[in-house]
């Protein structure tokens, strides 16, 4: 037969319920526990100032094409090498944690130097850090031994 069966699917779903609960229990906890105002919603992204979205945006604008051009430059120096090279630190999950590194890292900037509550910088890092020691331990565990 082939394919992804029913139960690929259900076990992924299940660990990404899993992911959102721990990972938003996580912020939470850190925002109560520094008394640090909670985020507006859910999908929503709270900028610090005009500056800050300013910034944030340049860096979106330049990763997405960023993307698409590394990832032709990778698909085309895969089928010459086949596969190997100086080039595989192309792969689309390494430049997305830059791009989550660098959008974090300027929150938490931005938070840090201009944000009305000083702390607020402190549960971006501690979020940012927590989310990699997870996704980590999922990587090097086979997802929890779930899929």
Do not use: Q
Not at 36 to 45: I, L, M, P, Q
Not at 88 to 116: D, N, Q, R, S
């Amino acid at each position: 037969m082939g394919g992804l069966g029913v139960d690929f699917w259900f076990k992924l779903i299940f660990l990404m319920a899993i992911l959102v609960i721990i990972l938003n229990s996580f912020g939470a906890l850190m925002r109560k526990w520094l008394k640090v105002e909670k985020k507006r919603g859910f999908f929503s992204y709270n900028y610090v100032n005009k500056k800050h979205e300013k910034i944030d945006w340049t860096i979106r604008v330049i990763f997405i094409p960023l993307v698409f051009f590394l990832m032709l430059i990778l698909s085309a120096r895969a089928e010459v090498a086949g596969g190997t090279g100086w080039y595989t630190w192309l792969h689309p999950f390494y430049l997305f944690i830059v791009f989550m590194v660098a959008t974090e890292g300027l929150k938490a900037f931005m938070e840090w130097k201009y944000a009305e509550n000083k702390r607020a910088y402190i549960v971006t890092l501690s979020e940012l850090g927590f989310g990699f020691t997870v996704i980590i331990s999922m990587i090097m565990t086979d997802f929890w031994g779930l899929l």
